[in-house]
């Protein structure tokens, strides 16, 4: 197996355990190494360290172990089994009133490169990485072999989530079985996955238990749902008791998606109304309207060097935010930029709020739920950050 030297000193950080090694940690690689290669790790000392996947880029190997073991079937049968298992411990599995859940996520799994997210019996699946998409059939096997007849298809979407593809042109398509079943059911609220053509998988499991806690505060509230995508938080206000609820998107495409889970969940419903507009420009003639707003946009930032860009968008998204809602509203904010900590955001929301000069208190403090769980050796997998706010 091809093998790789650290520089001296430069295996501190993997002693604590973090599942990547830089690029600029390399003092040299032994064997012709292509991207997807599995690597063993080696300090300056000619100690093992740890084997992974090799990448090209910043991020140089991505850790599958800490120990010098092989990396078969059995490897990858043991960890998807181990995701499984915690799901299941934390009631996911066999839920009456719940199918949708995220079955594996990436570094709190320890299995960096790999998102999978259940959907009514179809496991959809996102490779970040060329070393886990050629483990693709390897992955395919052992997740049928584990879950049985509780799995109906598995779909790779992976198109746009490989970096530098490596040749390998890969293509959207099932790797196992096939379905035509598109409406899945999270906390007894039915919706559609378009996990051919809509963003990430198909949907954003990972504001389940935030949209959970917007319903109890939306009875008899005016509700504003920025960025809706597929209207989660919409019919969970509307199934609140919400007196009216407006969902906003600047993609015609994911107001036709908010109509319909609005209408599959309450068919006729007037309470509900969609807008194709830019966020912006809807605040601008919004002032006072509303009782509960969400603001939930896309990351603005995905990359540390548009960082400060980001911080001014989320400031000035923020500060509309808090000047247009009612006196004694609600506000939940969220970022899903990972070079975006906790502490970032939240002094972010205080800039923004200050410079509306009203008074804001912080109701609750937000992340994502327990089945996209954090590493505690890899703080960055906490991506998911959210504030609940009392404007007065």
Partial sequence: ???????????????????????????????????????????????????????????????????DEEINDAFWTNRL????????????????????????????????????????????????????????????????????????????????????????????????????????????????????EGQKTGFFIDQRENRRLLEKYAKDKSVLNMFCYTGGF?????????????????????????????????????????FAEEAFKFLEHSSNQYDVIILDPPAFAKHQNVLNNAIQGYKKLNRKGMEVIKPGGILFTFSCSQVMTKDLFRQTVFTAAANTGRKVKILHQLTQPADHPISIYHPEGEYLKGLVLYVE
């Fill in 81 to 196: 089994y181990k995701a499984y298992q915690m799901r299941c411990a934390l009631g996911l599995c066999n839920s009456a009133d719940n199918n949708v859940y995220r079955l594996v996520h990436g570094e709190g799994d320890d299995l960096p490169g790999l998102v999978i997210d259940m959907y009514a019996g179809v496991a959809v699946i996102q490779f970040h990485s060329v070393g886990m998409y050629l483990q693709r059939e390897t992955i395919a096997r052992a997740l049928v072999e584990i879950m049985g007849n509780k799995i109906t298809a598995i779909y790779d979407k992976s198109e746009a989530t490989l970096p530098y593809k490596a040749a390998i042109e890969p293509e959207n398509g099932y790797l196992y079985g096939k379905t035509e079943n598109f409406i899945a059911q999270e906390n007894g609220l039915k919706f559609h996955v378009d996990w051919l």
């Fill in 234 to 274: 919409s019919f969970y206000a509307m199934r609140g008791g919400a007196k009216q609820v407006h969902s906003v998107d600047v993609s015609a495409r994911a107001i036709e998606l908010a109509n319909r889970n609005v209408e599959l969940n309450f068919p006729k419903d007037t309470r509900h109304e969609a």
């Fill in 1 to 67: 197996m091809n093998s790789i030297t650290l520089k001296n000193g430069k295996d501190k950080s993997i002693f604590r355990y973090h599942p990547w090694i830089f690029s600029g940690a390399i003092d040299r690689i032994e064997g012709k190494i292509q991207e997807g290669d599995l690597v063993k790790v080696y300090n300056a000392e000619k100690k093992f360290l740890a084997i992974g996947h090799y990448q090209i880029g910043s991020i140089a190997i991505r850790i599958l172990s800490f120990k």
